[in-house]
T-cell receptor
Framework: RKEVEQDPGPFNVPEGATVAFNCTYSNSASQSFFWYRQDCRKEPKLLMSVYSSGNEDGRFTAQLNRASQYISLLIRDSKLSDSATYLCVVILTGGFKTIFGAGTRLFVKA | NAGVTQTPKFRVLKTGQSMTLLCAQDMNHEYMYWYRQDPGMGLRLIHYSVGEGTTAKGEVPDGYNVSRLKKQNFLLGLESAAPSQTSVYFC???????????????FGPGTRLTVL
């Protein structure tokens, strides 16, 4: 079983739609959580950190559920430019083990 | 600021050849990392460095060596390339320990390596 699991998708949604991704992790020593965005053939870039209290950045909302060991990303009012792969990232206590999910592919269509 | 740069961008090797990938950052970051990314898998950590002159093994270190002689540079060497090392290699850096607030990892553009 992978330590961080994501639905690979692809998710195909129309512009303006709301889409949600989940990511589950198996290691209870997981300390920090992030969502990264990766465009085709490009490097990953930090989208947002995920805090226990949840956090929002414009159209993006991230949530953490430690009891069930998953994090989520909600994108509202999808734009064509949101088309990308979204990587779930978990860092274990101590900071020296970063685990990347394989990513969820999103296509936003006009 | 250029951020994190990597050279070369592309490379094709024959089995058994050696090469060095160069990563440079101009953000004065202490921590640097080398990852590989393969289809259907998340990025996996090869080696990392917590400061000039230090290196440590990550999740998949076999077949690779690294050096951090200068704070701004982190080199990844393939001693004897194998087809299993065909991958996209990303370098990253962070100011402090990844995971702490404010210590996001910044990635370079990647090197696409094919080993025939």
């Amino acid at each position: 079983r992978k330590e961080v699991e994501q639905d690979p998708g692809p998710f195909n949604v129309p512009e303006g739609a709301t889409v949600a991704f989940n990511c589950t992790y198996s290691n209870s020593a997981s300390q920090s959580f992030f969502w990264y965005r990766q465009d085709c053939r490009k490097e990953p870039k930090l989208l947002m950190s995920v805090y226990s209290s949840g956090n929002e950045d414009g159209r993006f909302t991230a949530q953490l559920n430690r009891a069930s060991q998953y994090i989520s990303l909600l994108i509202r009012d999808s734009k064509l430019s949101d088309s990308a792969t979204y990587l779930c990232v978990v860092i274990l206590t101590g900071g020296f083990k970063t685990i990347f999910g394989a990513g969820t592919r999103l296509f936003v269509k006009a | 600021n250029a951020g994190v740069t990597q050279t070369p961008k592309f490379r094709v090797l024959k089995t058994g050849q050696s090469m060095t990938l160069l990563c440079a950052q101009d953000m004065n970051h202490e921590y640097m990392y080398w990852y590989r990314q393969d289809p259907g898998m998340g990025l996996r950590l090869i080696h990392y460095s917590v400061g000039e002159g230090t290196t440590a093994k990550g999740e998949v270190p076999d077949g690779y060596n690294v050096s951090r002689l200068k704070k701004q540079n982190f080199l990844l060497g393939l001693e004897s390339a194998a087809p299993s090392q065909t991958s996209v290699y990303f370098c990253a850096s962070s100011y402090g320990l990844a995971g702490a607030r404010g210590n996001e990892q910044f990635f370079g553009p990647g090197t696409r390596l094919t080993v025939l």
